[in-house]
């Protein structure tokens, strides 16, 4: 699974991105979708993800009233809104799926084998 993720940018806080992730193949729809972000000098963090068919939603407490996440599995794509960003969520976003497909990872790096390039989100404060 190649997956990309883009849609970041420079954006003022209290501002809202859409991120998406799409995969080079139509086989999105069979993985969960996990989006972790990393800061300058920070290690990976977990941000949001969603099981393989949309019934499972989970959220780190930082993005929990800010964040969703959705898929169109139609589209071949994961969404994650972020709004009322704030400068502490300046991160290269990055999405990423387990090995297996049907399977639910645990919200870690370590449970996710395929990761994009990453998306630069950047919040002036």
């Known amino acids: 699974v190649q997956l990309q993720a883009f849609g970041g940018g420079l954006v003022e806080a209290g501002g809202s991105l859409r991120l998406s992730c799409s995969a080079s193949?139509?086989?999105?729809?069979?993985?969960?979708i996990g989006w972790f972000r990393q800061a300058p000098g920070k290690e990976r963090e977990f941000v949001a993800s969603?099981?393989?068919?949309?019934?499972?939603?989970f959220y780190s407490d930082p993005a929990k009233g800010r964040f969703t996440i959705s898929r169109d599995n139609a589209e071949n794509t994961v969404y994650l809104q972020v709004n009322s960003l704030k400068s502490e969520d300046t991160a290269v976003y990055y999405c990423?799926?387990?090995?297996?497909?049907?399977?639910?990872?645990?919200?870690?790096?370590?449970?996710?084998?395929?990761w994009g390039q990453g998306t630069l989100v950047t919040v002036s404060s």
């Open positions: 990423a799926s387990p090995a297996e497909r049907f399977w639910t990872p645990r919200n870690v790096a370590n449970d996710h084998v395929h």
């Open positions: 193949r139509r086989i999105l729809r069979a993985y969960a």
């Open positions: 969603i099981t393989w068919n949309g019934s499972g939603i």
